[in-house]
């Protein structure tokens, strides 16, 4: 992509990002959605799958599948953002126990909704997704 092409996107998306709907200016920190790279031909598949029946105070297991076309991906580095206000906020590195396979796990205090982004970086771009589960008693 030209400079020139990359900046008029910049733009646009801080424009998008400062017009843009109230959901997303309060939680999180990941503006560098506007920094997505585009250099690979075929965008990530991404897939997150929910926590089985999450409870406080008990390890939770994060899951997400990486892949492109059917490829898995294995050179990506996945982080876990994962929030259901802001003061409960938590990010962790995964590790990769099989191909393509990242996780990683996290403990919470707190029953309710919670929101997750997988961040996941590799040689050629930084693709996310959002999703999220409700942690029970
Ligand atoms: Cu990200």
């Known amino acids: 992509m030209s400079y020139h092409r990359l900046l008029i996107t910049c733009v646009f998306l801080i424009a998008v990002a400062l017009t843009g709907c109230s959901k997303s200016t ?3 920190d990941h503006e560098h959605t506007s920094h997505q790279m585009q250099t690979a031909s075929t965008p990530l598949t991404i897939v997150f799958q929910k926590p089985t029946a999450p409870h406080v105070n008990q390890k939770i297991t994060l899951n997400a599948q990486v892949k492109r076309k059917q490829e898995p991906i294995k050179d990506a580095q996945v982080e876990f953002e994962v929030w259901s206000n802001d ?6 590195k995964a590790t990769q126990p099989s191909s393509g396979h990242y996780e990683s796990s996290i403990q919470v205090k707190e029953e309710g909704d919670y929101n997750i982004i997988v961040h996941v970086t590799t040689p050629k771009e930084h693709q996310m997704i959002s999703d999220h589960f409700t942690v029970g008693q």
């Not at 003061?87 to 962790?92: A, E, G, P």
């Open 87 to 92: 003061k409960n906020k938590q990010k962790v």
């Open 26 to 28: 309060n939680q999180h």
